[in-house]
């Protein structure tokens, strides 16, 4: 008996009347129920909200907006939902009138926006009232829990708009605040620039009065220097002045006498001049002879010498030794002397001559200026009075002097310390004041002072400065297609099992037979895969070309899917051939088991720890992985193993299918008459 007769005959007998035609047919059509009709009733439930009815409720009095005009944002709010049509939404008078309809069942949920909604908006504007603006949701699980998270998504999105406009407003008003904060800091700045120039004309000009204070501090020294010496010397003036007074009456007393006195001088002295004028003529005129006298003696003897020489007595030779020795001997030493002498004497009786001609002119002068002079000694004494009363007036003026000196001094030494302190605190108004003006001009350069297009950029992004650039490897088109892979791979498991509720694992025929067990084993598997292979493809035909599932790879997805109903066959033909009845039971446990820990809906991590070994174990897991991959458009490098793995479990389902064999072949009691039955 071979593997294929053994198959056709269990096909065969299901199919030998029009009753097990039908079973077969309806069975290879219930992995429609729970994948094409699941997703034909779920593909696109968010396209339908707006047969949902919602309550909206705007109850928002509106506020003044920052540049005066009227905001209404929940109105604006309420419009832009109803133009969306996502819910049907039905607007309510008021708030307790739409909870009571969400209580009822009426509404889905309800929406309120509150009476201070735009003022909230707005307040952000002043630091003293700032305010969340609210909106106000009502749900009801008891209508439906799905739509609680539908609504939060909703309302969250809402938030989203409505805080990055309002955002964005205030982001502008803000960079328009910076804008003035900049402007005025530049003119703080200059301002400050200024101040610095003035406060340096104030240091320059304190440094110069300081040097004018401290010439005035050291001429104010000298002025008391000179004022002490001047008190001295007038107190000195005031002394020698009382005693040229007193010096000087004594002399008018003294040279009363004295023009009568110059008179008779004066006389003498004339007489003495004419005296000694007489006696100098005389003398001058000896002089005078004893010159002549000489100069005619050589003469006399130049004549002598030329009469002898025409007498012939005596040569020129003798002429002239006799010349030379006249002049040798009025040249010797005695006549020179006594010529000398002679010479000198009328000399000096010419001096005397002269000098008491001068004595006798000075004599007479004096004795006409004498009476001047005695009444300018008696000017001079009363002078002299008058000026010692004046010394006493100067010497006390000048300790006034000294007095007010010494005062000005002790003030130029405090004006001068004055006068430092203020160049020293000058100085450092000025650097404080530069240094002021440098930061501030920095300060001013790191302030923003955006224009118009600037601001509306970047107050764009403060108001939302998180985008999110979303790069989708591999995308569902819609929510059935992103529930297709679990919901097909659950159809194909549930598909197999139902076949075990009408199709015998083994036929008692074959476990009678001598063929191998494994043959029997092959032969009881093949039927269920044939039939689960018509089921995948009839399910893989309507949820394609009948709901649009448009796979990316349609023709690996549905081999794939042929591999997964041939390792799902195997292993539940496999699991009740070998445990009978109680099998079936053990394919629903493990049936449960994987629908929890398959990752289908949520992901597998999410499971808790215990439902990870099932994950890793069970087929189901890798099959739903598989089929997004060949669904979205992944990566098909673990489809590979993925296949592999299910070939895996069907030598698995056929080393368990084979194992029934060999314990079915040896009848019991329990054989003839099992306990249960179903």
Sequence with gaps: MTVLRLAR???????????PKLTILALTMVPLLYGAVYLYANWDPYGNLDKIDAALVVQDAGAASSDG?????????????????V???QQVATAEEADAGVQSGKYA?????????SANLVSPGSFDAANQAMLNVTTNDANNYLLSTIVDKLTTAVHSTVAKEVGEETANQLLTGFGTIHAQIVKAADGAAKLADGVGKLSSGAASLHDGTSQLRSGAGELVAGQTKLRDGAKQLDDGAGQLSAGLGELKD??????????????????????????????????GQLEAFDAGARDRVIAANARLMEAGVIDQEQADKILADYDAAAGSAPVADAKAKIAADAAKIQQLSDGSAAVSAGAAKFAAATPALTGAIGKASAGADQLSAGAATLAAGQQTALNGASALADGAAKLDDGAAQLASGAATAADGSRTLANELAKGAGKIPNPDDSQKSEVS????????????????????????????????????????????????????ASNAPSWKIAVGGWLPFFAVSVLQASILTLVVNFGLGLNPVHPVLMWLFMLAAAMAFSALIQGVVALLGTPGKFVVLILLVLQLVSSGGTFPWQTTPEPLHVVHQIMPMGYVVTGMRHLVYGGEL??????????????????????????????????????????
């Design 9 to 19: 005959s269990e096909l065969k007998r299901m199919t030998g009347g029009l009753l």
């Design 69 to 85: 005009t009227e905001l209404q944002a929940g109105r604006k709010v309420a419009d832009s939902l109803v133009e969306g049509h």
């Design 87 to 89: 819910f049907n939404w």
């Design 109 to 117: 949920f309800a929406l309120k926006i509150p009476k201070d909604f």
């Design 254 to 287: 003294k040279t009363a006498s004295l023009p009568a006195d110059t008179r008779k001088l004066a006389d003498g002295a004339a007489q003495v001049a004419a005296g000694n004028a007489q006696l100098n003529a005389k003398v001058q005129d000896v002089v």
């Design 460 to 511: 764009k992004v403060i108001a939302d400065p998180v985008a999110v650039n979303k790069v989708s490897q591999a995308k569902a088109g819609s929510y059935g297609a992103g529930l297709a892979p679990f919901f097909l791979t659950l159809a194909l498991w549930i598909g197999v099992f139902m076949l075990v509720q009408a199709m015998r694992p083994i036929t008692q025929r074959a476990l």
């Design 637 to 678: 490098s673990m489809i590979l193993p993925t296949v592999l793995g299910l070939l895996g479990y069907t030598l698995l389902g056929a080393a368990l299918s084979t194992l029934a064999v060999r314990k079915h072949k040896y009848w019991t009691l329990k054989t003839l008459k099992p306990e249960i039955a179903v």
